[in-house]
T-cell receptor, first 115, second 113 residues
Framework: AQKITQTQPGMFVQEKEAVTLDCTYD???????LFWYKQPSSGEMIFLIY??????QNATEGRYSLNFQKARKSANLVISASQLGDSAMYFC????????????FGQGTELSVKP | KAGVTQTPRYLIKTRGQQVTLSCSPI?????VSWYQQTPGQGLQFLFE???????NKGNFPGRFSGRQFSNSRSEMNVSTLELGDSALYLC????????????FGAGTRLSVL
C-alpha cells in the first residue's frame, strides 16, 4: 500500500522568502510519480510539479522545485520568492504506474504568506 | 484550451435522494478520475475511467457509481444519499491512464441535509 505523509499542517512565510513544504512517501513499487498540487479556498486543485521515480534530476517549474531524495523517500516542494497569492493548501500525491492514474494524497499543508 | 469542467458547482440534497455529477475532460484527454474530499478523510480516490471502462475503483460502497461516454465525458452517481456524503467531489482528466499528469476541475460541492 502507498502512503503520503505531510507533517506540517500549517506554515507561515514572509513575502519574497523561500519556503519548503515537506512530503515523505511509502511504497514498494519501483515505478511511480510524485506530484504537488495547490488548492486555493475556491477548491480547484492546481497542478504545480511532477517528478518520476526514475528521473535523476530534480524537477523545476518556474518558482517551484521538487527536492527528490529517493533513498529517503522524500519529495519536498520548494517555493522561491513567495507571493501573497501562494497562500493556499498544498497537497503532495503519488501514483504507482501499475495502478493507472490513481492518486494517493497526503493530508496537506496550509501555507500563509505574510506581507 | 478549456480546462476540466464540472457541473453543477453546488448542490443541496436531502438524505435518501440520489445525485448525478458531470465532468467534461480537457479536449483530447481519455482518462477521467473522481475524488471525494472531506475535512475528516481528506482526498480519497473514487474511480477511474478510460475508454468508457472503469479501470480502477476506490474503497467506496456500491451507492457510488460512474460511467464514461464515448466523448470521454463522465458522470458519477450517488444513490440513497447519506449525511456523510457531503463533500467536495473533484474530477480530474489526463491523456492516458498512467505516467500522466492529472488536471482537476473546480469541483462540485455537495451538501446533504
Amino acid at each position: 500500500a502507498q502512503k503520503i505523509t505531510q507533517t506540517q499542517p500549517g506554515m507561515f512565510v514572509q513575502e519574497k522568502e523561500a519556503v519548503t513544504l515537506d512530503c515523505t512517501y511509502d511504497t514498494s513499487d519501483q515505478s511511480y510519480g510524485l506530484f504537488w498540487y495547490k488548492q486555493p479556498s475556491s477548491g480547484e486543485m492546481i497542478f504545480l510539479i511532477y517528478q518520476g521515480s526514475y528521473d535523476e534530476q530534480n524537477a523545476t517549474e518556474g518558482r517551484y522545485s521538487l527536492n527528490f531524495q529517493k533513498a529517503r523517500k522524500s519529495a519536498n516542494l520548494v517555493i522561491s520568492a513567495s507571493q501573497l497569492g501562494d497562500s493556499a493548501m498544498y497537497f503532495c500525491a503519488m501514483s504507482a504506474y501499475n495502478q493507472g492514474g490513481k492518486l494517493i494524497f497526503g493530508q496537506g499543508t496550509e501555507l500563509s504568506v505574510k506581507p | 484550451k478549456a480546462g476540466v469542467t464540472q457541473t453543477p458547482r453546488y448542490l443541496i440534497k436531502t438524505r435518501g435522494q440520489q445525485v448525478t455529477l458531470s465532468c467534461s475532460p480537457i479536449s483530447g484527454h481519455r482518462s477521467v478520475s473522481w475524488y471525494q474530499q472531506t475535512p475528516g478523510q481528506g482526498l480519497q480516490f473514487l474511480f477511474e475511467y478510460f475508454s468508457e471502462t472503469q479501470r480502477n475503483k476506490g474503497n467506496f460502497p456500491g451507492r457510488f457509481s460512474g460511467r464514461q461516454f464515448s466523448n470521454s465525458r463522465s458522470e458519477m452517481n450517488v444513490s440513497t444519499l447519506e449525511l456523510g456524503d457531503s463533500a467536495l467531489y473533484l474530477c480530474a482528466s489526463s491523456l492516458e491512464l498512467a505516467k500522466n499528469i492529472q488536471y482537476f476541475g473546480a469541483g462540485t460541492r455537495l451538501s446533504v441535509l
